[in-house]
């Protein structure tokens, strides 16, 4: 009798608890490029798509299906949005246009890489950073910025959920 608790308790935890607990360290990653021709910022993001999810859903987007084959047809729009919306670039003050190039899946499956591309800047420009992403959902999350500007100004640098201001 036992023996049957035990075995659908397990069955329960595998279906349930292991999405609970498949990465419990809240981070995403971007590296910045700056084209050393067009002065362009070439930026990549990668982000778990379940936390992306979580996040789009409490802006009322749901149902993504980010990543797979369900995937909705406008989903590469929202996150385009999101992630202008979250991460912000100023170039002497003035904001940052980026683009949207594309997203792929990462080797994993986890997470996707989303390629942005900015208008080219002024090489003498000082630039800003608020890299906020996921910010609303994870106390603990830590956003790493990479970047790697004309003349060997690199940045490197960890936000946290106090540095974000609150969009």
């Known amino acids: 009798m036992w023996v049957k608790y035990i075995v659908v308790g397990l069955m329960l935890f ?17 590296e910045i490029h700056q084209n050393k021709e067009s002065n362009k910022l070439e930026m990549s ?18 149902h ?26 100023h170039e002497q003050q003035r904001p940052v246009k980026f683009n949207w190039i594309g997203k792929e899946l990462s ?4 997470a996707i890489w989303c390629y942005l591309e900015s208008d080219a800047i ?11 992403i996921l910010m609303n959902l994870y106390g603990d999350q ?5 970047a ?8 490197h640098k960890i936000y946290t959920f106090r540095q974000c201001k609150r969009f």
């Open 107 to 110: 080797e994993d499956l986890m």
């Open 122 to 132: 002024d090489d003498s420009a000082h630039l800003t950073f608020d890299y906020c």
């Open 45 to 62: 993001i990668k982000i778990f798509i379940d936390d992306l999810e979580d996040d789009l859903a409490l802006h009322g987007h749901r």
């Open 14 to 30: 595998q279906v349930y608890g292991a999405s609970l607990s498949e990465h419990p360290i809240h981070i995403s990653l971007a």
């Open 148 to 155: 790697y500007l004309k003349g060997g100004k690199n940045i």
């Open 142 to 146: 830590k956003n790493i910025l990479h």
């Open 64 to 89: 993504l299906n980010i990543g797979t084959d369900k995937e909705a047809h406008h989903a590469d729009s929202i996150i385009h949005q999101y992630l202008i919306q979250y991460f912000k670039i």
